[in-house]
């Protein structure tokens, strides 16, 4: 029976060992049939060592079982289990065979590495030389022998073996929220725990940042992928990844690039500083680029490529094409067949046969017309071309003219239009300041208009031909009349100036209760509002001023004002709010008694005052001090000076 014969059936993983698995070596082998056995007896004197002795034996046992196991492994194909057992006649015996075991151990797992095409080939030289290396004859004291216990250890594989020789499952993982891809390769049997460290170890990241998502739902570590997801075998699956902190190196790749690996790169500034690493992330090129050359430093020894392969190919833009027309163009062809469906002939009339010529119709040729009378029609309808564009140009000249006049005139209107507006607007300004004048401007006017029509008459009554007597009368009469104009102008300006203060206190107190308005430098950016502590203050104290000013108001309405203003009073204790207090009170019992609001003007009016320079003073409106006119050191403010037990 030769090498290549001996073959053991591959076992089952997790089924027990044969009894004796036997390699047959060969003719040579033939004779010591227990070399290659794997159970060996052990001697009663071997059991009896001392302790330092008997510790010696198991590296020696362990190296021949190593060496026997290797052959077999190869020669079955697949994972076996093999019964550790080695002579052991006695402690020495077992020192000076430990290293000719441990090379046949070696020799087995270097067969073992290689191909596996050769492993029945290989198996007979290997088995030859543990049976060398075994005892020839047995110990010299024959003592009574017992088979050592049976010990199954299944030789594994190591992993690059497992993971190219299982069924795998490829696995497309989208990096949130960058959005770039990576693929990988995986067992459907993988624990989650193990796909986390695969990619944590990829993207040298830290594990704790990183969550995988399948269809919205989180995988934890005690998940494994083949119960989580439906796989197909030998198909492929999209998880999505998302990183609480996405690393620097990963935060530079674009969306639908594929990542291929992440490297870390010494870069070396020279002697006396040291070198720093740098991590890479690698992405697999779209466009594959030729080698071009390049150099290698003469004193570094580094090598440099050519540029082309480190920038982006440029696009070629493609070369214009000649022009090229359609063939009926350039030829004559005809559209349509001219063959017809009956067959023609023809046939003359001869004696005996008479044809009938009523349907027959006669053509005669017309003139003939020659190249010249082309080249002349050609001509006269140039002409007529010519004409017709003419006339179309001109046409589009005219109107474009009288459009052109009708903007003109359009505007002019509009021209008119506004200034006729202007004129009216300052025409109304001008009778609205001699009726209801408001600045001093318009007071002057009215009373240089006034000084005016004075000398006017006094003209005319000293250019009269009245006498004395009537001129002093008519000079008395424009006496009376100037004095009941200038009362009139007086008039105006006494109700000019209240209304001016109403409306400069209303601007004065709208101006401290406004928003504080923060400019971009960006104009495209807008402007930011912000609300502070003292405007909200100021807009609560202008509501309050509002309320006190209005005058359509029931009884309940105005009490309730009366004790919102009471209660933001009282928060101070002063002069001035102790008299507020007080006209509050006392307005409050007038109302309940009855009394008509005209009788209440006065007391209204001078509540009103106290309560404006309540709310102009800093003491209680804060915002009030951007406003100050005077400095609050050179005012004098009797009323405001604060209690000792009052709380700031």
């Not at 190196?249 to 070198?275: A, F, M, R, S, W």
């Amino acid at each position: 029976m030769s090498a290549e014969d001996a073959s053991i059936p591959p076992a089952d993983e997790g089924a027990p060992a044969p009894a004796e698995p036997v390699v047959d070596a060969g003719p040579e082998a033939a004779p010591t049939e227990e070399a290659p056995s794997t159970e060996v007896e052990a001697t009663p004197a071997a059991e009896e060592a001392p302790p330092a002795e008997a510790e010696a034996t198991p590296p020696a046992e362990a190296e021949a079982t190593t060496a026997e196991e290797a052959p077999r492994a190869e020669g079955a194909g697949a994972d076996t289990e093999a019964e550790p057992a080695t002579p052991a006649p006695d402690a020495d015996g077992a020192k000076e065979e430990a290293p000719q075991l441990s090379e046949t151990a070696l020799e087995a797992q270097s067969t073992t590495d290689g191909d596996a095409t050769a492993v029945g080939a290989e198996s007979t030289p290997v088995t030859e030389e543990a049976k060398e290396a075994l005892p020839s004859s047995p110990p010299s004291p024959p003592a009574v022998t017992q088979k050592a216990p049976k010990v199954q250890e299944p030789i594994k594989a190591p992993p690059s073996m497992m993971e190219t020789t299982s069924v795998g499952v490829d696995i497309k993982f989208i990096v949130l929220p960058e959005g770039f891809v990576y693929l990988d390769r995986v067992t459907p049997t993988i624990s989650m725990v193990d796909v986390y460290n695969r990619l944590s170890n990829t993207f040298r990241c830290d594990r704790r940042n990183m969550k995988i998502l399948y269809r919205g739902n989180l995988l934890m570590d005690e998940d494994v992928l083949g119960e989580k997801i439906d796989i197909v075998v030998d198909g492929h699956i999209m998880l999505n990844v998302e990183l609480d902190y996405m690393p620097r190196h990963l935060q530079l790749l674009q969306k639908y690039e594929v990542l291929d690996t992440v490297v870390q790169v010494q870069i070396n500034y020279g002697e006396g500083i040291p070198p720093k690493m740098v991590t890479v992330a690698v992405v697999k090129g779209f466009q594959h680029k030729q080698y071009m050359g390049g150099f290698r430093h003469k004193k570094t020894e580094s090598e440099y490529h050519h540029a082309v392969a480190q920038t982006d190919p440029k696009k070629k833009e493609p070369k214009p094409k000649p022009p090229c027309y359609s063939r009926v163009t350039q030829t004559a062809g005809i559209t349509r067949s001219q063959q017809t469906k009956r067959e023609a002939w023809t046939q003359m009339a001869r004696p005996g046969l008479e044809i009938d010529i009523s349907a027959d119709q006669l053509y005669h040729p017309k003139q003939y017309f020659s190249a010249k009378d082309l080249h002349g029609l050609r001509i006269l309808k140039c002409i007529v071309l010519q004409a017709h564009v003419r006339g179309w140009k001109a046409r589009r000249l005219a109107r474009s003219m009288r459009d052109e006049e009708d903007r003109i005139k359009a505007e002019q209107r509009k021209e008119e239009e506004r200034r006729r507006k202007i004129h009216e607007q300052k025409r109304q300004r001008e009778i609205e300041r001699r009726t209801h004048p408001r600045t001093p401007a318009d007071f002057a006017i009215l009373y240089n208009e006034l000084e005016a029509w004075r000398l006017q008459e006094s003209k005319k009554i000293k250019e009269s031909n009245m006498d004395d007597s009537e001129k002093a009368l008519a000079r008395q009469e424009l006496l009376k009349k100037e004095t009941r104009l200038l009362q009139t102008i007086d008039k105006l300006q006494i109700k000019a100036n209240a209304e001016n203060k109403k409306e400069k206190t209303k601007a004065e107190l709208s101006a401290m209760a406004a928003h504080k308005t923060w400019y971009n430098s960006n104009p495209e950016l807008g402007h930011t509002i912000v609300e502070t502590p003292f405007t909200v203050r100021a807009k609560e104290l202008l509501d309050l001023y509002n309320g006190l000013q209005l005058k359509v108001l029931s009884v309940d309405e105005r009490l309730d004002i009366l004790l919102h203003v009471k209660w933001s009073v009282k928060e101070f204790e002063c002069p001035l709010t102790r008299e507020i207090v007080e006209l509050i009170d006392r307005e409050a019992d007038l109302l309940n008694r009855g009394r008509k609001d005209k009788s209440l003007e006065g007391l209204r009016k001078r509540m009103s005052n106290l309560f404006l320079q309540f709310c102009e003073t800093p003491e209680f409106n804060p915002e009030a001090i951007n406003h100050q006119r005077v400095p609050l050191e050179f005012t004098s403010r009797p009323l405001v000076k604060l209690d000792a037990t009052t709380k700031r």
